[in-house]
Nanobody, 121 residues
Framework: QVQLVESGGGLVQAGGSLRLSCAAS????????MGWYRQVPGKQRELVAGISTGGSTIYADSVKGRFTISRDNTKNTVYLQMNSLKPEDTAVYYC???????????????WGKGTLVTVSS
């Protein structure tokens, strides 16, 4: 059974940093790309960043230069380092696995419970 468990969310002031972690089942981690999504109530879930099995990355324009996605294959964990946070980054953040092809990340429709990030102004 696939499991994705996100952690690391919290309340932070604008300009601050957080690092999110996602522990994934070993059966999926090493053969799949991983991604971070976020969702605000009333809006669609949006891709924040994706990383291929080989380490290639893509980012939403709104987070380029501020967020960094990485993965530790020895720990089956994907991270999202978020710097220079803005109030508009406030959302529930979810990790996900999927495919990465030609700089496009395509998610599998399996999600963890998410972790809430709140950025105060």
């Amino acid at each position: 059974q696939v499991q994705l468990v996100e952690s690391g969310g919290g309340l932070v002031q604008a300009g601050g940093s957080l690092r999110l972690s996602c522990a994934a089942s070993g059966s999926i981690f090493n053969i799949n790309a991983m991604g971070w999504y976020r969702q605000v109530p009333g809006k669609q879930r949006e891709l924040v960043a994706g990383i291929s099995t080989g380490g290639s990355t893509i980012y939403a324009d709104s987070v380029k230069g501020r967020f960094t996605i990485s993965r530790d294959n020895t720990k089956n964990t994907v991270y999202l380092q978020m710097n220079s946070l803005k109030p508009e980054d406030t959302a529930v953040y979810y990790c996900n696995y999927g495919t990465y092809y030609r700089s496009t990340y395509s998610p599998v429709d399996i999600w963890g419970k998410g972790t809430l990030v709140t950025v105060s102004s």
